[in-house]
């Protein structure tokens, strides 16, 4: 069959999975897929799945490295529950993950792979390729190791080098089949390994290489279209969470007039916000690379007692090394942003997986009573958002605020249109330098807020005492009193739970009331309301309500809770936001728990939906529904 007869199929959307061994370059592959697709304005939701070992055994599953990506022509909220398609680089990436590839969808395996050693090494006793276990699945066996080879013979890289371009072989072919231009990554190539041109040159000639592979094999009868998406005007870039909770972070202290410093120490999955910020320079931000996670939270306090805009990054296991410094932040009533990368544990546990079992941590995690303020994005663009809120709570109200990301959200990628800096709120920030008679009091309350000043050490009059030591209302002098120490106490509460006057109310997704409310946090958003959609559109009486405010919650959510006969709490956990929720406003709500370090998929609620038979809604409202 000819090139000019193959027929090029119109779709919504399609569903890609790219993986192979750590040292496969997945992870890079399915970025460039992905840039290439944002470029083209279709909506992307993806999930980078990264192996849990560093350096695992090359081919053994525990070594398999992968990267999906859900790319439409419509609004997605999901990197989508199951491949249509799997590109799979060695047995050891076919045996975990064709069980999600759905039934019928296309498989493209790198032949040269299924050698005896590889399949030995991935539990085979026999090649898949060749015994009839893949007849549900169209399969594609292209020999990628030979035909690199082959295409890279006057490039005098060594065989070993020249075989790792093999992913972008692969790249150029699956570009080739969903009709996607190669000049972007072939920029990126270009930019890339300007300085190294035999290594330019092979990666170059792979990608052309598999791209007109797609072109003059016959194996394959169809390329596949998906159009841009019909979306709100503005400029739009690629965002993962953790580049957008550190523009968020720098946009912040713009919008304050102050610098932004940043201590952290190196932990999956939190890294990646130091590694950008300490890209910014120029625009006042000072990052600092700690001994320990002790040290750098202790930095960042320090530099909250000078009157910067402090952040420190972690993940479980940090947070629960800083917890004791915490306290202190807490006790001094400093502005401190504090960001929680979630992973899944215990101690190390799976550092390359997601979870969202740290929110009573989050809440509860220090000695004594040392409340602070905890909010959570939902995707990866609204951790921008989030972490701007963040310190413009921590500076209106003198504490401490916990940002609550995961993993999923951290590594996960999205269109996200880029706020002009003018169009963001200014955060007030207020030094006092002058005051009237009498000695400089630090804890006097403001009365609204109960925030007390934020006085700059050197400033002339405005020397006071700070430390871990309980402080005497008003005058922050040493205390043992047991009368003042349970009045701080409750003012410190007090403090956070007015906070709650000054965050908006919990949005309902669907009817204000009726029989199922499902409730969720963080990560679970995506495929929380799409499954809700779904049952809706189906005529069953559910609804959706996200929260992004944890501690205080907001106003109106008992209230909400309470128009619905029953609750659903999906959560990666066994339970926490559930037991909350119980505890706070005696709501029999029912768990929908999962930690296998991987994110929810819609049809998983929407089972636990049906499961629970909501009734159907009144005609009218299902009309709405549907409409």
Same mark, same amino acid.
């Given at each position: @069959?000819?090139?000019?007869?193959?027929?090029?199929?119109?779709?919504?959307?399609?569903?890609?999975?790219?993986?192979?061994?750590?040292?496969?370059? @997945?992870?890079?592959?399915?970025?460039?897929?992905?840039?290439?697709?944002?470029?083209?304005?279709?909506?992307?939701?993806?999930?980078p799945d990264f192996p849990a070992e560093i350096r695992a055994p090359a081919g053994s599953l525990a070594g398999v490295s992968g990267y999906q990506v859900n790319f439409s022509n419509f609004d997605i909220r999901t990197p989508g529950d199951a491949p249509n398609v799997l590109v799979v680089m060695n047995p050891a990436a076919l045996k975990t993950n064709v069980g999600d590839l759905e039934p019928g969808g296309i498989l493209i395996s790198n032949s040269d792979a299924f050698v005896a050693d590889n399949l030995r090494q991935a539990g085979y006793t026999q090649n898949p390729l060749e015994d009839g276990t893949l007849r549900n699945f169209r399969l594609y066996k292209v020999p990628i190791t030979k035909l690199v080879d082959n295409a890279l013979k006057e490039n005098p890289l060594s065989f070993r080098q020249k075989e790792r371009c093999k992913n972008f072989f692969a790249l150029g072919l699956v570009y080739w089949m969903f009709n996607r231009p190669m000049e972007s990554t072939l920029k990126w190539i270009q930019d890339k390994f300007k300085k190294n041109p035999d290594v330019l040159d092979?990666?170059?000639?792979?990608?052309?290489?598999?791209?007109?592979? &797609?072109?003059?094999? =016959? +194996?394959?009868?169809?390329?596949?279209?998906?159009?841009?998406?019909?979306?709100?005007?503005?400029?739009?870039?690629?965002?993962?969470?953790?580049? %957008?909770?550190?523009?968020?972070?720098?946009?912040? +202290?713009?919008? %304050?007039?102050?610098?932004?410093?940043?201590?952290?120490?190196?932990?999956?999955?939190?890294?990646?916000?130091?590694? =950008?910020?300490?890209?910014?320079?120029?625009?006042?931000?000072?990052?600092?690379?700690?001994?320990?996670?002790? $040290? %750098?939270?202790?930095?960042?306090?320090?530099?909250?007692?000078?009157?910067?805009?402090?952040?420190?990054?972690?993940?479980?296991?940090?947070?629960?090394?800083?917890?004791?410094? @915490?306290?202190?932040?807490?006790?001094?009533?400093? /502005?401190?942003?504090?960001?929680?990368?979630?992973?899944?544990?215990?101690?190390?546990?799976?550092?390359?997986?997601?979870?969202?079992?740290?929110?009573?941590? +989050?809440?509860?995690?220090?000695?004594?009573?040392?409340?602070?303020?905890?909010?959570?994005?939902?995707?990866?663009?609204?951790?921008?958002?989030?972490?701007?809120?963040?310190?413009?709570?921590?500076?209106?109200?003198?504490?401490?605020?916990?940002?609550? $990301?995961?993993?999923?959200?951290?590594?996960?990628?999205?269109?996200?249109?880029? /706020?002009?800096? =003018?169009?963001?709120?200014?955060?007030?920030?207020?030094?006092?330098?002058?005051?009237?008679?009498? %000695?400089?009091? /630090?804890?006097?309350?403001?009365?609204?807020?109960?925030?007390?000043?934020?006085?700059?050490?050197?400033?002339?009059?405005?020397?006071?005492?700070?430390?871990?030591? =309980?402080?005497?209302?008003?005058?922050? !002098?040493?205390?043992?009193?047991? #009368?003042?120490?349970?009045?701080?106490?409750?003012?410190?509460?007090?403090?956070?739970?007015?906070?709650?006057? #000054?965050?908006?109310?919990?949005? *309902?997704?669907?009817?204000?009331?009726?029989?199922?409310?499902?409730? &969720?946090?963080?990560?679970?958003?995506?495929?929380?309301?799409?499954?809700?959609?779904?049952?809706?559109?189906?005529?069953?009486?559910? $609804?959706?309500?996200?929260?992004?405010?944890? !501690?205080?919650?907001?106003?109106?959510?008992?209230?909400?809770?309470?128009?619905?006969?029953?609750?659903?709490?999906?959560?990666? !956990?066994?339970?926490?936001?559930?037991?909350?929720?119980?505890?706070?406003?005696?709501?029999?709500?029912? &768990?929908? !728990?999962?930690?296998?370090?991987?994110?929810?998929? *819609?049809?998983?609620?929407?089972?636990?939906?049906?499961?629970?038979?909501?009734?159907?809604?009144?005609?009218?409202?299902?009309?709405?529904?549907?409409?």
């Open positions: @069959m000819s090139a000019k007869e193959r027929r090029i199929e119109d779709i919504d959307h399609i569903v890609i999975r790219f993986a192979g061994d750590s040292g496969d370059g @997945m992870q890079l592959t399915g970025t460039q897929f992905t840039d290439t697709s944002a470029i083209l304005g279709n909506d992307i939701s993806t999930l092979a990666n170059t000639r792979a990608l052309n290489a598999g791209f007109y592979y &797609g072109e003059t094999t =016959e +194996a394959f009868e169809t390329r596949y279209q998906v159009r841009k998406a019909m979306i709100a005007p503005g400029t739009y870039r690629k965002i993962t969470g953790n580049e %957008a909770l550190a523009l968020g972070l720098m946009c912040a +202290a713009e919008r %304050a007039g102050k610098h932004l410093f940043m201590a952290g120490y190196p932990i999956t999955p939190a890294s990646d916000i130091l590694h =950008e910020l300490s890209k910014h320079r120029r625009f006042g931000v000072k990052t600092f690379q700690a001994e320990d996670e002790i $040290s %750098a939270i202790g930095a960042a306090i320090g530099a909250a007692f000078g009157g910067a805009m402090a952040v420190t990054a972690s993940s479980g296991p940090g947070i629960a090394l800083k917890t004791e410094a @915490m306290g202190l932040a807490i006790m001094l009533e400093l /502005p401190l942003v504090i960001c929680n990368i979630q992973r899944g544990g215990p101690s190390t546990g799976l550092p390359t997986k997601t979870e969202q079992a740290d929110l009573l941590q +989050a809440m509860f995690g220090r000695n004594s009573e040392s409340p602070l303020a905890v909010i959570a994005p939902a995707t990866p663009g609204e951790c921008f958002t989030m972490a701007f809120e963040a310190f413009r709570i921590a500076v209106k109200y003198m504490t401490p605020v916990m940002v609550l $990301s995961d993993g999923y959200l951290a590594n996960g990628a999205e269109p996200w249109a880029i /706020p002009k800096i =003018e169009s963001l709120p200014v955060i007030p920030v207020h030094h006092p330098t002058s005051k009237t008679d009498g %000695a400089f009091l /630090p804890y006097q309350r403001d009365p609204g807020t109960l925030a007390r000043p934020w006085a700059v050490p050197g400033t002339a009059g405005f020397e006071h005492r700070i430390g871990g030591i =309980e402080k005497a209302d008003v005058t922050g !002098n040493v205390s043992y009193d047991p #009368d003042n120490h349970e009045h701080m106490v409750r003012t410190r509460k007090a403090k956070i739970d007015g906070i709650a006057n #000054d965050i908006p109310h919990a949005d *309902i997704f669907g009817s204000p009331e009726g029989d199922l409310l499902v409730v &969720g946090w963080g990560s679970t958003y995506g495929a929380i309301v799409s499954a809700v959609e779904k049952a809706r559109a189906e005529g069953l009486d559910v $609804s959706a309500l996200h929260l992004r405010y944890l !501690n205080p919650f907001p106003k109106n959510l008992g209230d909400a809770l309470k128009r619905f006969r029953r609750v659903l709490v999906p959560e990666m !956990n066994l339970g926490q936001l559930r037991m909350l929720l119980r505890a706070e406003f005696l709501v029999d709500a029912i &768990g929908l !728990n999962k930690v296998k370090g991987q994110p929810f998929k *819609i049809a998983e609620i929407g089972r636990k939906i049906h499961d629970l038979n909501p009734k159907q809604m009144p005609s009218a409202r299902r009309a709405a529904a549907v409409a």
